[in-house]
């Protein structure tokens, strides 16, 4: 069955600084990955899709790669700020079914001042 | 525009009751997913429905239930609850099905069984 694999250690990042999220997945070729934000006791908020043929997508301070040789997504926040501190999930098609997104279970960030 | 809507916000339930919830999604979409969201889980996928019909279920017991209106408002149903039952239930709203389309959560129902 597919895999998908967060850090699931916190990430503390030095303000200003680059943070660096990954997300593995195993055992299939998904069309797209997603990447979501959750704030403690909210839903997820969608921030980018990044899709197979694509080796690079980027919004504002945010960059998403997708290495379908490697099976992993990059996600990357540059000039980080402690506003940016939240939990930060990736999410695939499922392999059954395409309508069926499945979550990893998130990494989350701390920026410090 | 108006967000994806979830009722209640917190619910308290005793082991062995039912309890229903509901999800109105954003004006104009089609597809509704649900989600189970526990600390040591995770987003857990319940199902997915899409034009009143279920596309998709996830491994849960047929204790959960759910159903789509033709104005493609969302309920599930938990019967017999169970204390392992307690968690955040996140319905996501999106325009179409399997295209890629990011979701749109609401704020969930916080469910405690007691």
């Known amino acids: 069955s597919q895999k998908i694999e967060q850090n699931s250690e916190a990430l503390n990042i030095q303000e200003g600084k680059t943070a660096t999220l990954t997300c593995n997945y195993t055992?299939?070729?998904?069309?797209?990955l997603q990447w979501y934000r959750q704030d403690p006791g909210r839903g997820p908020v969608f921030l980018l899709l990044?899709?197979?043929?694509?080796k690079e997508k980027r919004k504002e301070r945010l960059k998403v790669t997708f290495d379908t040789t490697l099976k992993q997504s990059l996600f990357h926040i540059t000039a980080s700020q402690p506003a940016d501190s939240a939990t930060y999930l990736c999410?695939?098609?499922?392999?059954?079914?395409?309508?069926?997104?499945?979550f990893g279970s998130g990494t989350r960030l701390s920026i410090r001042p | 525009k108006a967000g994806v809507t979830q009722t209640p916000r917190y619910l308290i339930k005793t082991r062995g009751q039912q309890v229903t919830l509901s999800c109105s999604p954003i004006s104009g979409h089609r597809s509704v997913s649900w989600y189970q969201q526990t600390p040591g889980q995770g987003l857990q996928f319940l199902f997915e429905?899409?034009?009143?019909?279920?596309?998709n279920k996830g491994n849960f017991p047929g204790r959960f239930s759910g159903r789509q209106f033709s104005n493609s408002r969302s309920e599930m149903n938990v019967s017999t609850l169970e204390l392992g039952d307690s968690a955040l239930y996140l319905c996501a709203s999106s325009l179409t099905t399997g295209s890629g389309d990011g979701y749109t959560f609401g704020s969930g129902t916080r469910l405690t069984v007691v």
């Open positions: 055992n299939y070729s998904p069309a797209y």
């Open positions: 999410a695939l098609p499922g392999y059954s079914s395409a309508s069926k997104i499945i």
């Open positions: 429905y899409f034009s009143e019909t279920q596309r």
């Open positions: 990044i899709r197979e043929n694509e």
